[in-house]
Nanobody
Framework: QVQLVESGGGSVQPGGSLRLSCKIS????????WGWYRQAPGKQRELVAV???????DYSASVKGRFTISRDNTKDTLDLQMNSLKPEDTAVYYC?????????WGQGTQVTVSS
């Protein structure tokens, strides 16, 4: 079992920055993929950024160059640094981990970009 708890969401003006953090606990050694997803009102959940096992980070075209995903193995966290935020980035953001047997999701954290 793996548990994920996100933090760091909030409201920000266009052009601003936020940093999301996901605290990971449980059977951490079983995880082979990490990622952030988001879901805007009335839309399907979409991939934002991923770190596959043994590979480098990858980003959706809409956030590439603005967002940075990273892992901190000493703190067991998965972070998402979001810069140059746009109104279309408004969504609930979810932390995700994958093991060979299951997918795990956090509870989500709201990010609102508005003037």
């Amino acid at each position: 079992q793996v548990q994920l708890v996100e933090s760091g969401g909030g409201s920000v003006q266009p052009g601003g920055s936020l940093r999301l953090s996901c605290k990971i606990s449980g059977n951490i050694d079983s995880i082979y993929g990490w990622g952030w997803y988001r879901q805007a009102p009335g839309k399907q959940r979409e991939l934002v950024a991923v770190i596959p096992a043994g590979g480098g980070p990858d980003y959706s075209a809409s956030v590439k160059g603005r967002f940075t995903i990273s892992r901190d193995n000493t703190k067991d966290t998965l972070d998402l640094q979001m810069n140059s935020l746009k109104p279309e980035d408004t969504a609930v953001y979810y932390c995700h981990c994958r093991t060979f047997s299951s997918d795990y999701w956090g509870q989500g954290t709201q990010v609102t970009v508005s003037s």
